[in-house]
Structure formats: C-alpha cells, structure tokens
C-alpha cells in the first residue's frame, strides 16, 4: 500500500525559506518520478515541481516558483523534498506530495506552509 506522509509546513515570514520532506513508502521509490502540488483555499490544486527517477534526473516547475523553490530525492531514504527560499504571501498553501504509477495518483495528508507577516 502507498503511503506519503509530508513534514515541514509551518509559519514564515515573507522572505523566509521552509523544506518540506516527503517520505514514501509501499512501492519502489526509486522507478518513480515525484511531485509536489499545492492547493491555496478557494483554489485549484496546482502542480509545483517535479522529479524524475535518478536515470533521467530532470526537475520541472511551475512558473511562479522558478528560482526559489528546489525539489529534489534521496532514493536511500525514499524521500522527496522541496526546497523554498524567498517565500511570498502568494505561497501560502497546504503542499501535497504525489506519485503517479498505473495511471493511479496517491497523495499524502498534505502539510500546511502559511507565509505571513
């Protein structure tokens, strides 16, 4: 059975920098790339960055978070993190770890980020 269990979120200043961690399990890390969504109240769940499997080792990521967050794994630990610097308010959000296998997604429980003042 998959399991996703995000850490990390919290409080933060505008400016600031949080690393969330994804620790998975259930399946084999390693042969699968991982995402990081995010979902503001009111909003749509948005897709943030993306990993591919170490063989590949391509990262993608949304526009708006382009050059301050980072997301990156350590197929050792089956973990998958996500880097972010110079958060803003607009960054507020509760963060959802993702694999896709078999056409099927599975999600984490979600960690909550709030970037405030």
């Known amino acids: 059975q998959v399991q996703l269990v995000e850490s990390g979120g919290g409080l933060v200043q505008p400016g600031g920098s949080l690393r969330l961690s994804c620790a998975a399990s259930g399946f084999t890390f390693s042969m699968y790339a991982m995402s990081w969504y995010r979902q503001a109240p009111g909003r749509e769940r948005e897709l943030v960055a993306t990993v591919t499997t170490s063989t590949i080792g391509r990262t993608d990521y949304a526009d708006s978070v382009k050059g301050r967050f980072t997301i990156f794994r350590d197929n050792a630990k089956n973990t998958v993190y996500l880097q972010m610097n110079s958060l803003k308010f607009e960054d507020t959000a509760v963060y959802y770890c993702?694999?896709?296998?078999?056409?099927?997604?599975?999600w984490g429980q979600g960690t909550q980020v709030t970037v405030s003042s």
């Open positions: 993702n694999v896709w296998r078999f056409g099927v997604a599975s």
